[in-house]
């Protein structure tokens, strides 16, 4: 069983930043393709980035809607993976999960594993 959890969410301000992190203690996320996901009220579960895995030279893919304002990282001996958001919108406002799998794709069918989702709020 891969458990992983994000962490991070919270209420901002519309123009702020918030920092998720992706977090697995069964396997090591270097090996495994990440891939951030939202899904907002009354929407569909949108794949807004991915990272390849550590011997995919750190290739990055982002949804329009988030590019120039959100980056996907590993940091090197951390078992994490961050979502650096900038520039928060209220429609960024969505339940944020990560999974990992063998691709670093935006199509969440591609996924093995998810975690629960961590809630984030942009709200004056």
């Known amino acids: 069983q891969v458990n992983l959890v994000e962490s991070g969410g919270g209420l901002v301000q519309p123009g702020g930043s918030l920092t998720l992190s992706c977090t697995a203690s069964?396997?090591?996320?270097?090996?495994?393709?990440i891939g951030w996901f939202r899904q907002g009220p009354g929407k569909e579960r949108e794949g807004i980035s991915c990272?390849?895995?550590?011997?995919?030279?750190?290739?990055?893919d982002y949804a329009h809607s988030v590019k120039g304002r959100f980056t996907i990282s590993r940091v090197k001996g951390e078992n994490t993976v961050y979502l650096d958001m900038n520039s928060l919108k209220p429609e960024d406002t969505a339940v944020y999960y990560c999974?990992?799998?063998?691709?670093?794709?935006?199509?969440?069918?591609?996924?093995?594993?998810w975690g629960r989702g961590t809630q984030v709020t942009v709200a004056s």
């Open positions: 990272i390849s895995d550590s011997n995919g030279n750190g290739r990055t």
């Open positions: 069964e396997i090591l996320l270097e090996d495994y393709a």
């Open positions: 999974a990992v799998g063998p691709l670093p794709v935006r199509q969440e069918s591609l996924y093995d594993y």
